[in-house]
Structures are given as C-alpha cells and as structure tokens.
C-alpha cells in the first residue's frame, strides 16, 4: 500500500515532520512533531504545529497515532499539544526506558521522575505492528543516534528519523550518551535490507554544498548507490573510523538542554513548582 505522505518542513531546526495517512480512508499519523522554542528568551509558541492542525482539519483525518522516531535532541515534540487538539496514541521505542535513565541522572531529576516509560501511551518493541486505518505500520529498532530510535514502515514507506540522511549528506551523529557508531551500521543495514523502491523519509535535512533545495525523500535504492557515508561497498570499520572522527568535530545541538528534558517526558514541561511556573535545568561541563 502506499499511504499519502504530506510534509512540513521547520525551517528554525530543519526538522521534517509528516503527516502519514491511509489512501482508502480518513486516518492518520503524525511523525516526529515540532514545538516552536526560542531558547534566548524562554517562549514556546505553536504556529508550526498549527499548520499540521489546519491541514488535519482541512483535509478531514481523524488521528490515531502521535509517532516519535526517538528523543530527539534539536527540537521539542508538539505531541501533548497535538493530542490535547486531535487526539492520537503518543508513542516511542521501548528504550525510551534507557534514555530516562540516562538523562535523569544527568538532570539531576530526582526520584519523582518515572524512568519507565509512562509519560508515553505505548511503548513498541522491535518487529511490533500497528495500523492507521486499514494501513498496516511495521516496527524496525534502529539504534545508534541515540538506543530509543525506531524505523516507522508503513506500506512502501520508511520513517527513518535521525538514522540516515539525504544521500549526499550521509548519516546521522552517534556520540550522545548511548549512542555508537557500530550499532548505527548495522541498523543501517536493516533499513537497507528493505526492497529497493521503498520511499525513505529522512527526519532532518541540511542541503549539501552541492544542493540548492531542501529535499527529505528518498529510496532504498539510492542510499544504497549514493549514500556517501554508508553506500554499499563501505565496510563496517571504513564507517565507523569516518563516523567517529566527524562526530569529534561537531558542536551540540541548540536546542539540546531543553530538547531532551521535553522530550524524554513525552513532550511535557518539568513539573512547575509551588507557584505555577516551569524552569529548565542547565547542567554545568555534563554535555
């Protein structure tokens, strides 16, 4: 089957979400939502999740799934505000588990935040199924960028997430805490194992000095031919060195420090304190 894929793409993080929605009738999913977040002064503002709820609404879907492709580190999840307006099931990979762990100590969260999932409506593990409408998604675990990452299929398509980007921009960063470079390859195998003219649907997009327009679908098969990073013919220990000395020259991102705090909570603010107001932590020389 090959569902009706419509993008947004968010110009401040250069994340694309999308809205995945059965050809044969009026359900849908949303991957990988964005809350607008100025960092200088604190604000969250929903005009791009907006946008998703206009088309939505416009187009008459009805929701059944808000997807998360992983905790994502350059960007806050709109899925709460979405769910509050047009309703889904949130959901994530079962290693959302480890990345609280993770993230909590690194946080400092105390032992008041729950380290086990349950900010989430479901947790999927590896080869788990799920349908919008009539339209059947299947559940790759394709660790790496972070352990909690996922691979959506639905019919001839692949949410990959962070996992693999647009051909002549590679792959995605494996040095947050969890994340290896070894583990990235062989996920990148699983998705490459897929037929060859399964659409790929990359979750970020950067434009290479040699391209002009954004651009965030692609197949199977050009990763394989064109992927410059991991095309076949690369070798494990060719990826991994290359993978390893980049990753070495790369800033965080922006958004990191309130990203994950966001995100690992399933798209929710910190509890607010005693007088109603909501605060991020920054930690000191721990990133």
Same mark, same amino acid.
């Given at each position: 089957?090959?569902?009706?894929?419509?993008?947004?793409?968010?110009?401040?993080?250069?994340?694309?979400?999308?809205?995945?929605?059965?050809?044969?009738?009026?359900?849908?999913?949303?991957?990988?939502?964005?809350?607008?977040?100025?960092?200088?002064?604190?604000?969250?503002?929903?005009?791009?999740?907006?946008?998703?709820?206009?088309?939505?609404?416009?187009?008459?879907?009805?929701?059944?799934?808000?997807?998360?492709?992983?905790?994502?580190?350059?960007?806050?999840?709109?899925?709460?505000? /979405?769910?509050?307006?047009? *309703?889904?099931?949130?959901? !994530? &990979?079962?290693?959302?588990?480890? +990345?609280?762990? =993770?993230? $909590?100590?690194?946080?400092?969260?105390?032992?008041?935040?729950?380290?086990?999932?349950?900010?989430?409506? /479901?947790?999927?593990?590896? *080869?788990?199924?799920?349908? !919008? &409408?009539?339209?059947?998604?299947? +559940?790759?675990? =394709?660790? $790496?960028?972070?352990?909690?990452?996922?691979?959506?299929?639905?019919?001839?398509?692949?949410?990959?997430?962070?996992?693999?980007?647009?051909?002549?921009?590679?792959?995605?960063?494996?040095?947050?805490?969890?994340?290896?470079? =070894?583990?990235?390859?062989?996920?990148?195998?699983?998705?490459?194992?897929?037929?060859?003219?399964?659409?790929?649907?990359?979750?970020?997009?950067?434009?290479?000095?040699?391209?002009?327009?954004?651009?965030?679908?692609?197949?199977?098969?050009?990763?394989?031919?064109?992927?410059?990073?991991?095309?076949?013919?690369?070798?494990?220990?060719?990826?991994?060195?290359?993978?390893?000395?980049?990753?070495?020259?790369?800033?965080?991102?922006?958004?990191?420090?309130?990203?994950?705090?966001?995100?690992?909570?399933?798209?929710?603010?910190?509890?607010?304190?005693?007088?109603?107001?909501?605060?991020?932590?920054?930690?000191?020389?721990?990133?």
């Amino acid at each position: 089957m090959k569902p009706n894929v419509t993008s947004f793409f968010d110009n401040a993080t250069n994340t694309i979400s999308y809205v995945v929605a059965d050809p044969n009738g009026n359900s849908c999913a949303i991957i990988d939502s964005v809350l607008d977040f100025d960092f200088s002064s604190g604000r969250t503002d929903t005009a791009f999740a907006d946008k998703i709820i206009g088309f939505i609404n416009e187009e008459g879907l009805t929701v059944e799934w808000l997807l998360e492709s992983h905790v994502h580190a350059d960007h806050l999840s709109a899925a709460p505000y /979405l769910q509050e307006r047009i *309703g889904g099931k949130i959901a !994530i &990979g079962e290693n959302i588990k480890l +990345v609280q762990d =993770t993230f $909590g100590k690194i946080f400092n969260e105390g032992t008041e935040f729950q380290r086990d999932g349950s900010q989430f409506d /479901l947790l999927f593990k590896d *080869g788990d199924s799920f349908h !919008i &409408g009539q339209m059947r998604g299947d +559940v790759i675990h =394709t660790p $790496g960028h972070t352990p909690a990452c996922l691979t959506y299929v639905i019919g001839d398509a692949a949410f990959v997430g962070d996992t693999l980007f647009m051909p002549d921009f590679g792959t995605a960063r494996c040095d947050f805490p969890g994340g290896s470079s =070894t583990t990235m390859f062989h996920s990148i195998q699983k998705i490459l194992s897929l037929p060859d003219d399964t659409r790929i649907f990359v979750g970020h997009d950067y434009k290479s000095p040699e391209r002009n327009e954004f651009a965030w679908e692609t197949t199977v098969r050009e990763q394989k031919e064109k992927n410059i990073h991991i095309k076949v013919g690369k070798s494990k220990e060719e990826f991994v060195r290359m993978r390893d000395e980049r990753d070495k020259k790369l800033n965080m991102p922006k958004l990191i420090i309130p990203s994950l705090q966001v995100n690992m909570r399933a798209g929710n603010m910190p509890d607010p304190d005693e007088q109603g107001n909501t605060y991020i932590k920054v930690p000191v020389n721990k990133l």
